[in-house]
């Protein structure tokens, strides 16, 4: 349930009309909100999955969040004052790659996963 309230979190702030990211001043700092949205998604579905440490649920939940992010890149095509970009794209599929090591090499993460699947 975590990861579909997040994806909605994701929408609903990739949905609104020329929003921005803090002062213009601060280079950078829409990659890391990219970055750390996503890494946060990649986490939460791979908290969710039965195999978290196997290669394919790896290489299904970095596929699943890329695609996803690519359609809401499209997405943002549509919405007056923002844009497609790939850069974006980018920032995200490294935080869902960073999401997804974190989440694997944290006992903490780890543990409260395994603990609410048994």
Do not use: C, N
């Given at each position: ?23 213009d001043d601060i280079v ?36 699943a969040v890329m ?52």
């Amino acid at each position: 349930m975590a990861p579909v309230i997040w994806v909605i979190v994701i929408l609903i702030g990739t949905s609104w009309p020329s929003i921005t990211v803090g002062p213009d001043d601060i280079v950078g700092l829409d990659k890391v909100v990219h970055f750390t949205m996503y890494a946060v998604l990649a986490a939460l579905i791979l908290r969710g999955t039965r195999t978290p440490y196997s290669t394919r649920t790896l290489l299904l939940v970095l596929g699943a969040v890329m695609l996803f992010s690519a359609l809401d890149e499209f997405h943002q095509a549509f919405i007056p004052g923002r844009s497609m970009s790939a850069a974006d794209w980018i920032a995200d599929t490294l935080g869902a790659l960073a999401g997804m090591l974190v989440f694997r090499s944290s006992p903490q993460l780890a543990s409260v996963r395994q603990d609410s699947h048994t």
